[in-house]
């Protein structure tokens, strides 16, 4: 089957990393995938180093209206509607050119980027929803979508997503969670390279692989490491993820006298790295946030590391309190301090919890198996007979690759 996958990608975090592995492995199980990413160098280079160096990337496919004077912006926006035409256009062509067999959108700018082209070439389109509505103009944004290109299936990442979308699309709506490529993350394989000693000794780390966005909860960590702080004197939190917000926690965690303690790391590659380094994950993200199956939670699990996460979105779904963690309410800094530093303090608890939280990885979130469904789900949306691939038949198959190199289409 000879697929369009449209990921947009200014910067790089859950809903990129998902389209990089799904595009790599449903190559690998037999599929011809033509990736459109854009416009953001990292996954590029995050496709490159799994082995994709055929793709389409677009500047274009993500246009953002950040001028400062309303004439700007108006301008800015003529431009933006402009270059909307030109590359469904493009995508629409290059679709045609392809003889692709269905289309697949990663978030909603590649919802409306290749919707148009999709429904004029009359194939499958397939809209994956890995985050929840925010506001109501995204729940407006997202009715207008429908009613001019209403997809053939939604494909969600837990079931927090898929609840809430129910009431605005009327195509099957299946449910694929997130898969973790556990050959990269394998404790075993990866050294904490971002630790100032060795691993077990010396100062405590706190690790938060997050975009610094408002809905992550930064305001809340500024809080509980008052309190974690006065505990554990030596500890210190790493923070790994770049957004246009990054300067403006740094002076909040530097206004607060915590700038010794915390440091921002940016956009971390070898991100597998940043969890060993970690003693203790954490994600205090809000209720408002769009957090749905959070990538950086399933990550930490595969690597043995324990978490202390918010109950909201669809984390519930993938850890259990307890077990893999804990889970404490929105807001609550209090109990997300007391829970970091009973970690902190319980190295055997650590370990106990990194083991379940691995073994719940590789039983629900192995991204070979998390690819079968979504081939499954392709071939019953497009009415094909779906044959397994064998696993040998997988370890032997070469990434199969479209014709032109790091195109723009």
């Given amino acids: 089957m000879r697929l369009m996958y449209v990921q947009p990608a200014k910067a790089f975090g859950g809903a990129e990393r998902q389209g990089v592995l799904l595009i790599r492995r449903l190559a690998e199980i037999g599929h011809e995938v033509l990736p459109v990413v854009g416009p953001g160098p990292w996954i590029r280079r995050e496709l490159e180093a799994v082995g994709i160096h055929d793709y389409v990337f677009r500047e274009d496919l993500l246009c953002e209206v950040d001028q400062t004077t309303a004439l700007a912006r108006l301008g800015e926006s003529v431009r933006r509607v402009h270059r909307w035409f030109r590359l469904r256009s493009d995508l629409y062509e290059l679709a045609r050119a392809e003889r692709i067999d269905a289309v697949i959108a990663s978030r909603p700018e590649g919802w409306v980027a290749a919707s148009p082209a999709a429904k004029r070439l009359g194939v499958p389109l397939l809209w994956r929803a890995g985050g929840r509505l925010t506001s109501k103009a995204q729940a407006f944004f997202l009715r207008v979508l429908v009613g001019l290109w209403d ?21 099957p709506r299946y449910l694929l969670p997130n898969g973790v490529d556990t050959h990269r993350f394998d404790p075993r394989r990866v050294q904490p390279r971002f630790r100032t000693g060795p691993e077990g000794l010396g100062t405590a780390v706190i690790g938060m692989a997050a975009r610094p966005a408002p809905g992550k909860g930064l305001d809340v960590l500024v809080e509980a490491m008052h309190r974690i702080s006065s505990r554990i004197p030596e500890v210190r939190l790493l923070i790994a993820g770049d957004y246009g917000w990054r300067q403006h926690f740094e002076a909040l965690f530097e206004s607060q006298g915590l700038g010794e303690r915390v440091k921002f790391l940016g956009h971390v590659e070898d991100v597998e790295s940043f969890y060993r380094s970690c003693d203790v994950m954490v994600l205090p993200s809000r209720d408002r946030s769009i957090e749905g199956s959070p990538n950086a939670v399933l990550e930490a699990m595969s690597m043995e590391r324990p978490i202390v ?32 530093v009973e970690l902190l303090l319980h190295a055997k608890l650590r370990q106990r919890m990194g083991a379940a939280g691995r073994a719940r990885i590789l039983e629900r979130h192995d991204d070979l198996e998390v690819a079968r469904q979504l081939s499954r789900i392709l071939h019953e949306v497009t009415g094909r007979p779906f044959v397994e691939t064998r696993e040998a038949e997988i370890e032997r198959a070469p990434i199969r690759r479209v014709s032109a190199h790091s195109r723009s289409a």
Avoid: K
């Avoid at 997809?151 to 195509?171: G, K, M, Q, T």
């Fill in 309 to 340: 996460a918010t109950r909201v979105g669809g984390i519930p779904e993938v850890m259990e309190h307890g077990r893999h963690g804990y889970l404490v309410e929105d807001g609550d800094a209090d109990a997300l301090a007391s829970r970091v």
């Fill in 151 to 171: 997809p053939d299936a939604l494909v969600c990442n837990c079931e927090a997503v898929r609840h809430e979308f129910e009431s605005f699309v009327h195509c």
